[in-house]
């Protein structure tokens, strides 16, 4: 029964004839899988709210509000990226596409079609996982805190009654209570970004805002450090240095009622302005005057240290952001000429940010079908497998990792793998930070957006999370924090 009803909704979900041996479309297939996981999820109609990055997908699309569905439910990222609507796709491909939700037990013909036999069974599996679960998990609760009375009343007398020297009015205290809800996690990744603060992060991850230049954390209630200054930015020509402490930033003091949000906003705004900073180092109060200027990062960096018989390649990764992968693989290849008897890849102070950039970078070292990431989320686990890999991997070739205490996330994921796969691969310099949770970002049609985390990820050979525990070097070098020589460089060049 269950056959003949999913067999249904896939004809009925299928607008144009299936030819060309019997191959589904991605439009097809994409339909009718969001779809059927539809058939067992109640879902708010907040989902409208959400902005699609699809450049191909515009709102008058009939697929957008169904991707807006598969987004919301977390089957179906939201990237920027062209979809490719009426191409048929392979077995291997939807394979990829359902694993990071859905751990199916079916075979798969990696070069094959997709057929309708072959998706009507995919579909099944995923039928018979959807029984499965709780539905005090999957769905919804009918009564959700936006529905409840005490919530209504308490939200309806604040914004008719509240006596305040600020302006207060549903905008406010919308995204005040979702800040709250937020902050009441605990988590220092989970962060709700109204509509300029989105704005600002974007900018960041763009590789391209204005600031002071510095990577900050706040690992510790009111304990704000400077990551790194970026090369060439106002932070770095004025001196700050990675582990310098902010305690106050003009005439506010960075006490632990202050998130990193609200930090962030007094260092970089308003932009050609002067912001003062008093910092804390060795035991000693240092005051710095700094102009908010345009900065823009290059997050990849190559260079050529040449001897008699060697060419070492140092390539530097400031930052796993938005098309590193990109900008990694034209670094690479123009690499592969100059006869590399060495590889030295420099991510120390790098905070991490994008999986998947990284992901696509380890195709590089890693095997091509061996697994090189393990993903467990709530509900599942997903094994992230190389593929697609570059025609020239790096195996033979001796490679040093340089690392520190600011090397975080995606840093430590492509450190550790590589250490994993790499025989005589060395990693030098200082232990790592330890964050190996997965955040996700989701952009709301307000501007606002919200990062959360939604997973831990493990190294596959070694099976290590070293969330809050971190990587230790092979070879630990500390350089020495007052002078511009680099110990750590040096002893990877010549070892």
Known sequence: MKKIWLFVLMIISFVTPVFAEYGLTFEQILTTYVNVVLQKQKIPSSYNYIELKYPNISKQNSLYPILQKAVYLDIFPNANIELPLNKQITQQQVINIIAPSFSLDVFVDKKALVTVDWFTEVLLEIQTLLDTYSSSELMLEENDVTSNPLFLDVYQKLLTNYVSDTWLNQKSLLYGSIK??????????????????????????QGEYYGIGAYIEMNMPGELIIISPIKGSPAEKIWLLWGDRVVQINNTFVDKDMSINTA??????????????????????????VVRSKIVIANIESKIYSQQNWNVCLVNIAMFDFWVANSFQETMIDLSTKKCTKYIFDVRNNPGWGLNEVVRMLNYFVPTWEISVIIKSKFMTEEIVAWNSPSAKIQNIPVRVLINQWSASA?????????????????????????????ELMKYDDGSML?????????????????????????????????????????????
Do not use: C
Request: no cysteine; net charge neutral.
């Open 180 to 205: 709250w809800l937020v902050e009441w996690l605990d988590d220092p990744y989970t962060s709700f970004f109204p509509p300029t603060e989105a704005t600002t992060f974007n900018e960041e991850m």
């Open 411 to 439: 840093s430590e994921i492509f450190a550790g793998v590589i250490k994993d796969y790499l025989t005589g691969a060395l990693l030098v310099g200082g232990k790592s930070f330890g964050k190996w949770s997965v955040q």
């Open 264 to 289: 962030t906003s007094l260092i970089k705004w308003p932009s050609w302005t002067t912001v003062k900073l008093k910092i804390l180092r060795d035991g000693k109060i240092l005051e710095f005057s």
């Open 451 to 495: 990062k959360y985390t939604v997973a831990k990820r493990y190294m596959w050979k070694s099976k290590k999370n070293i969330d809050e525990i971190g990587i230790s070097p092979d070879k630990i070098i500390t350089n020495k924090k007052d002078t511009p020589e680099d110990e750590v460089l040096e002893w990877a060049l010549q070892n």
